[in-house]
């Protein structure tokens, strides 16, 4: 039996773009939802 959820998903994606997308994973204290950006670099 497979369990696929809508967070198995979510954490596929986000592993997936670490590791061979190039992506780092930003702290969320660090975001300003005004501005849509993170405060520092990670």
């Known amino acids: 039996m497979?369990?696929?959820s809508e967070a198995t998903f979510e954490t596929a994606i986000?592993?997936?773009l670490i590791e061979?997308?190039?992506y780092t994973?930003?702290?969320p204290k660090?975001?300003?939802p005004d501005l849509?950006?993170?405060k520092t670099k990670s």
Do not use: K, R, V
């Open 2 to 4: 497979s369990i696929t």
């Open 14 to 16: 986000i592993e997936n």
């Open 20 to 22: 061979s997308g190039g």
């Open 25 to 27: 994973q930003g702290n």
């Open 30 to 32: 660090d975001y300003n």
């Open 36 to 38: 849509g950006l993170f």
